[in-house]
């Protein structure tokens, strides 16, 4: 039961800064997609440390990593999505360590430096094969 907890929904943010004040004002971010390829949400919430409840789908569980950086749950699931919730907030590790694995995450894995390398690489790669 999710009932009682403070949900704020936010209308749309032009400002960089703005926008990371709000993700650092939330503890968790929920993202209930049907479908969705790689969600720049996901790794704006990371890179802010907010651990993130999402759906299954996609590139999806690439960005989450179910129980480390935040929950993955089945789409259209509403049931799933408030026991995602309650997870989170009830870890063992508790949400404070969710929130640094999340920001981790999102360092370590999808760093400018880290990507630049992927993409030289990938373009070294294909141009060996031409």
């Not at 703005?18 to 890179?47: G, R």
């Not at 993130?52 to 789409?75: H, R, W, Y």
């Not at 408030?82 to 997870?87: L, P």
């Amino acid at each position: 039961d999710t009932s009682g907890l403070p949900i704020r929904v936010v209308p749309w943010v032009s400002s960089r800064r703005e926008l990371a004040l709000y993700y650092q004002a939330a503890d968790l971010f929920l993202h209930a997609a049907n479908m969705e390829n790689f969600p720049t949400t996901i790794l704006e919430a990371l890179s802010c440390g907010v651990p993130c409840i999402a759906t299954d789908v996609g590139g999806i569980s690439e960005q989450v990593v179910d129980g480390m950086n935040g929950f993955l749950v089945k789409p259209r699931n509403p049931a799933e999505m408030a026991e995602g919730v309650q997870r989170a907030l009830k870890a063992p590790q508790g949400l404070e360590k969710l929130s640094e694995q999340a920001f981790d995450s999102a360092v370590h894995v999808y760093s400018r430096e880290r990507m630049g390398k992927d993409y030289t690489s990938w373009f070294e790669e294909l141009l060996e094969a031409a």
